[in-house]
């Protein structure tokens, strides 16, 4: 643990102590190397189920991918923010990437946690630099606003987590999530306790987002600047649902039946935020929705809790994490060159990006779930799940397949096909460093296919 | 024998698998693509034809399982290739005809710069069809499955500036997605009942069970890959792609996925009455519907897709029947035939400078005898002309229908479309090849080319021959009936040529008008397509994006901002205005209520 988040912390001096020239390159090095060092943990030698590294900071196959993940995210972040901060002056530069690298390390200890309590604090500590990202280096006025939604539909669910831990530290004794599993179980049954389980899962509800409570998430998107849409889509909602798999273990005997109005608002928020992406013309609220959208069966495969539901929302996390990821890259590269973000205005872009043309259809193939990319193993996991816990949930979740196949193709047919317009001219050609960018995004994607056990969860 | 068989249709595969290997060498400008994947193919054929050879010669079969890809505690998921009678027989036939359809494609594409993707996207395509037709798991045919309804999004839109093309394009994706929630829904099913994805595990395991809701997502799944009544809109529209992509898709791949999905999985079905009568009437509905809307249509790629259409129609009434191998050699003999037909389409369409409607056409036979002679035969295969390859199947089908004892409604539906097709094909011939021609006279006619002479005249052969061959070869393991009476024995050919002569009559007719304001209205049915693409691709996309919209905007951008931020937003600012209101320096009021609330406190202890 403490070789990838010791030299994590060390990014910081990285960043403010080279030379101005070299100093993206640095960076990227610097934190790729991290993400190649956390490649490690995918090495499962401990029969335990956790590997420690001290008392505090612990490993085990459920927060392991998207620990990689985080780690793998950070070089990407920095590639992709090169192009916009770079005319900036270089101290606001090294801010920047500071508050990236600061975000990378409260990710690496909220998925690093063994105690709880540590994850709610690294939890909430994330937000402070999210929010500066937002709120500093967004590029319309709208930030402002998006970034108080952010913080406070945030908040509001989270300060309710925390009184509920306290709670449950009061019962139990213990906040470990490694003896939390095998404490008793409780004895539940008032309404107190009822609204001590949601307090237990709003947070993270909120977080994922569950349909309803989604509206933060939007906003945030599409005021963020591109390294803050990528790391809110990769890992920012993963959160939400790593946390909600820790804190189901503990809320077993009730969830059984104070899950079903959850659930079936998961199902119904798939519907219906797949049926806004297909009126969308920003594209990357576009692809903001279908991250909700996407959440959505997250959300449904958690909180159904067998095995299958567990192993099926960790993939699709994972997969869904990189995907959307990679399309909101997309979208900034379309963004910076066109300066619009509506899709309208530029259409036929296959003509003159032909290879940015194949990333654009890689992405969206991932998206709506091709076989056998990852996403798909994920889907049909969650699906399979709620078939066999309601056979009816086949007619959401097939509806949704169907949807999201419909979105993801409208939005490559846009942005990619038709006819060019006119006003399209002298379009910088694209950068290496966005085509490795891109790579980069898609081939952990690939690899994954052959290996899958590396994200099973718990299943493997 | 079955080291020999295995390896080299393993060898296949990489064959297949290179000329798309080559995707990643850096030397892309002077790369030979298009030729290299038709010989990649061809020879693929011929490595094909040797495990095909010690099939017909020893019955070997085989299930090679080569490498455990994943397993979620008790469920493992293989990679696992099936070479049994179906896919040994059906990959060299695939791998012939769209042999064919690669060289025609290089003559039909040498102008297309792009001509490299092009053949790699139909190699795909092929590659995808093979990965299904020989999993031997439900996780590698979704592979083969999606795969091959990725790649015909991308061909059909391949002339991607055109709105039409993409909408096309669009629409098969979308109708194949309907039909996937049925096979995600088996797959499901599979999973938690069974605990096994493996073919041949399932067949062993389903036994005690009641199989209609898998079977049912089967069906459903078969309807929208080979686009039977429902979901059959997009098969016309897919017509938008280049010519050899509508020979591929209606002839080996693509479409007979469907149908090819119920054959292999047969067995779970034989015994359900349920799904078999729905498969039975589904077929007889579309091969009938379908077939009507051929007869007036006037775009010569239109009525050979609504013509595959049909036949698909004609292979899911075989199926509903119990006969899964006679439906599997309608797919072999139909794959030939309406593979050619379309090549002689392209042929035609490219010499009258990409026209396409056949009121334009006229008199071929004398610019284009080799076309013409190929057309012509295809037409007759089509139809079932005796000792054609359409017929060993066709008449098969027909006479193991009228033999059966099952739904008259469904076998009368399944007989008048088989006159139908008589009439289409005539019409085809009638206005295509007959007659003076229509056409302007500077046209470049010129079929003059081995390109295109060696890919139909090869086809050719095989829609004369391969019927034959098949049949002798490849036994069904149901024995068909065998006495029946003279007048159900000539039924398909007795409706086939009253199909004929009634065409003859109303062309003589249609040439004279006979009735001054002649009844129209069934004519603009078939002509509409029975009025099906104008009403759901208007009703069902209004309903769906209405709700996308008004849940943008009513629900998101209204009630659950109000209820939520806003709302909270407005309550706090009303409570800290008013008491806002109040400190406001007003040192009067203030010492007022100080001394009010002075003497209220103090009051009851002075008293």
Redesign the interface.
Known sequence: MLKVLIPTMMLFPTIWLTSPKWLWTTTTAHSLLIASASLTWLKWTSEAGWAFSNMYLATDPLSTPLLVLTCWLLPLMILASQNHINPEPVGRQRSYITLLALLQTFLIMAFGATEIIMFYIMFEATLIPTLIIITRWGNQAERLNAGTYFLFYTLAGSLPLLVALLLLQQSTGTLSMLVLQYSQPLQLSSWGHMAWWAGCLVAFLVKMPLYGVHLWLPKAHVEAPVAGSMVLAAVLLKLGGYGMMRMMVTLDPLSKELAYPFIILALWGIIMTGSICLRQTDLKSLIAYSSVSHMGLVAGGVLIQTPWGFSGAIILMIAHGLASSALFCLANTAYERTHSRTMMLARGLQMIFPLTAVWWLAANLANLALPPLPNLMGELMIITTLFNWSPWTILLTGLGALITASYSLYMFLMSQRGPTPNHIMGLQPFHTREHLLMTLHLIPIILLMTKPELMWGWCY | MTLTMHSSLLLMLFILVYPLSTTLSPSQQNSNMAKMTKVAVSSAFFVSLLPLMVFLNMKTEGIITNWQ?????TFDINVSFKFDHYSLIFVPIALYVTWSILEFALWYMHSDPNIDRFFKYLLTFLVAMIILVTANNM?QL??G???VG?MS??LI?WW??R?DA?TA??QA??YN??G??GL??T???L??NLNSWEIQQIFALSKNFNMT?PLMGLTLAATGKSAQFGLHPWLPSAMEGPTPVSALLHSSTMVVAGIFLLIRLHPLMENNKLALTACLCLGALTSLFTAACALTQNDIKKIVAFSTSSQLGLMMVTIGLNQPQLAFLHICTHAFFKAMLFLCSGSIIHSLNNEQDIRKMGGLFNMMPTTSTCFTIGSLALTGTPFLAGFFSKDAIIEALNTSYLNAWALTLTLIATSFTAVYSFRLVYFVLMGAPRFPPLTPINENNPLVINSIKRLAWGSIIAGLIITQNFLTTKTPVMTMPTTLKMAALAVTITGLLVATEMANVASKQVKITPMTSTHHFSNMLGFFPTTTHRLLPKL??T???S??TQ??KTW??TI??KGLALTQTTMSKTTNDITRGMIKTYLTIFILTLILATAPALL
Not at chain 2, 69 to 73: E, G, L, Y
């Open positions: 890809w994943m397993n979620t505690q996780f979704f592979i499955w999606e795969g990725i999004f991308m839109g991607y500036g709105t993409n394009a669009l994706v979308i997605r309907v996937d929630i995600i829904m797959m499901a099913w999973a938690t809701v769906n994006l709700l996308g919209q849940a943008a629900l998101d659950l901002e939520g931020p």
